[in-house]
């Protein structure tokens, strides 16, 4: 998947990923797993 980002934001990505010790794609496929997850959760029937 590729998509495009502001420049801050992807400056901001990489420190982060940078700083977990995570390539930028690692630590994207995490965030987005849990973000996709959490999602998915609260939209679940009960």
Known sequence: MMFRVAPEVHRRAALAAELSGKSLNQWA??????????????????
């Open 29 to 46: 496929e995490e965030v987005l797993e849990k973000a996709a997850d959490h999602y998915a959760e609260a939209r679940l029937p009960a």
